[in-house]
């Protein structure tokens, strides 16, 4: 479990849950294994974009069967349930919420001009300003609507399907390379950047990763965390994803970038700490 600050203050109003509903209509899903998402424009959902779409992911991973991440979540009070760094040890939905609230804390000092944004809670589906998603396509950023959106029970899948260690800490990286993702789309880099975006998006969350402590909301990262983040980033790799769904690598359909070099840009950010390098 991450060290959160016992005393530390959450907000959980940086968190939209929409845990526990259910949109009307059928979502727009490509179907079967490395899938995207059909969108108004072309989104990618934690994934490489082959139509040349302007939204971000983290992978080009999807749940292997194109159904739904796991059952339904009841709905659950985050503003009275969430407020403290204590909560964020026993619940993992406030453990998410801290994080989100350390990345913005973060971007917010480091970054002229940086407008905080909202991370979505959804199960099932969900409809956004980019169109309807299903939880199977995963963790993604919308840039019309400028908002993150996770089913939480992501996790499972990474360690399920794709071999993940997927601890806690692996959810900090998802948090911190779909918010790179905005602090893209506010620099104007991330239409059409394709691999090098996503390349960058985890450098800025190993940016973050470096920096969180400073926020005052976690008490210490530790190696072992670290660790966690290198290995969810490994596990969205494009030669390891291919290699689960297709059995084999083609690296010219390569839209993220291969393990090796996931975990590369993620322990760049994190060894220089400023996003400079990045």
């Given at each position: ?42 989104v990618v959902l ?18 292997l069967d194109g ?55 959804f199960d099932g ?154």
């Amino acid at each position: 479990m991450s060290d959160f600050r016992d005393d530390a203050r959450l907000d959980p109003s940086q968190v939209d849950d929409r845990r526990g509903r259910r949109r009307r209509g059928r979502p727009v899903v490509a179907g079967g294994g490395l899938a995207t998402l059909v969108v108004v424009i072309v989104v990618v959902l934690l994934g490489g974009n082959p139509l040349g779409g302007d939204g971000g992911g983290l992978g080009a991973l999807e749940g292997l069967d194109g159904s739904a991440i796991g059952p339904g979540s009841p709905p659950v009070d985050v503003a009275s349930e969430c407020t403290t760094g204590a909560d964020a040890e026993r619940r993992d939905d406030c453990r998410a919420i801290g994080y989100v609230n350390s990345i913005q804390a973060y971007w917010a000092t480091s970054l002229d001009g940086y407008r905080p944004t909202r991370t979505v809670f959804f199960d099932g589906d969900v409809d956004t300003a980019c169109g309807a998603a299903t939880s199977a396509v995963g963790p993604f950023y919308c840039p019309r609507d400028q908002q993150i959106y996770i089913d939480l029970g992501f996790m499972a899948v990474l360690r399920e399907q794709f071999g993940a260690t997927a601890g806690p800490f692996a959810q900090a990286y998802v948090l911190a390379h779909e918010y790179g993702h905005h602090v893209q789309n506010l620099q104007g880099s991330l239409r059409g950047a394709g691999s090098a975006a996503e390349l960058q998006a985890d450098c800025l969350a190993g940016v973050w990763a470096a920096n969180a402590v400073a926020t005052g909301i976690l008490a210490s990262v530790t190696d072992d965390e670290i660790a966690d983040a290198l290995d969810a980033a490994a596990a969205v790799g494009d030669d390891r994803i291919q290699e689960r769904t297709q059995g084999q690598m083609d690296p010219e359909t390569w839209t993220h970038g291969s393990s090796e070099q996931r975990q590369a840009a993620f322990r760049k950010g994190l060894d220089a700490a400023a996003p400079g390098i990045c």
